[in-house]
């Protein structure tokens, strides 16, 4: 079954071509006005019709403002990523699970810009590409969390993005030059000898 509905835009906003796409993944803004449109569907007083009407404006507002081009696009004039592109970054980078896209176009899409000016604006702030510094960042995390908490190897390579046990194994070793186990041992041990 195909369910659709259909919400009136203006047509100035599509006459000069420089709108953003909208493929891409589930907008839940989108789905809830959608819902909340849906379940009002079957109700017939004014109270009703008045709120869908609402709702349907809301919706239509909400996709002009997503696919229209920022008014200001400060980006274009930026060779680098501002402090608040960088603090929202790594809050991003920073939420536990594998489910985190890391991928250069999520990325690129949480700060805001297109992705060739992010990969360039990366680049001249980080000086590494995106992969190596979301490696990079998921292994300081790693190394933290093997000192700090007694968390099993498993659930530190599942908190910190890594598919699987053995994935988080082979980038910390080489990155580190030991295992996860070597290093927490090895850590614990530093700090009890400091310790005394």
């Known amino acids: 079954m195909v369910v659709f509905c259909e919400v009136p835009l203006p047509h100035r906003l599509f006459a000069n071509g420089t709108t953003s796409p909208l493929i891409k993944r589930r907008h839940?803004?989108?789905?809830?006005?959608?819902?909340?449109?849906?379940?009002?569907?079957?109700?017939?007083?004014?109270?009703?019709?008045?709120?869908?009407?609402?709702?349907?404006?809301s919706l239509r507002l909400d996709l002009i403002e997503a696919s229209s081009p920022p008014a200001h696009a400060d980006w274009e004039t930026r060779s680098e990523l501002n402090d608040d592109d960088k603090r929202r970054l790594l809050e991003h980078l920073d939420t536990d699970g594998i489910e985190v896209d890391v991928s250069l176009a999520a990325l690129a899409d949480h700060v805001g810009m297109p992705i060739g000016a992010f990969a360039r604006a990366f680049a001249a702030t980080f000086h590494t590409t995106p992969r190596q510094f979301v490696l990079d960042h998921r292994i300081a995390r790693a190394k933290t969390i093997l000192l700090t908490t007694g968390l099993?190897?498993?659930?530190?390579?599942?908190n910190t993005g890594f598919s699987t046990h053995s994935h988080f194994s082979t980038a910390f070793k080489n990155r580190v030059g030991m295992t996860p186990r070597q290093f927490r041992i090895d850590g614990t041990a530093g700090s009890s000898r400091r310790g005394r």
Do not use: C, G, Y
């Open 152 to 158: 099993s190897i498993t659930e530190i390579s599942a």
């Open 28 to 57: 839940p803004v989108t789905l809830h006005f959608l819902d909340r449109i849906r379940k009002l569907d079957w109700r017939n007083d004014i109270s009703a019709r008045l709120f869908a009407d609402s709702l349907t404006e």
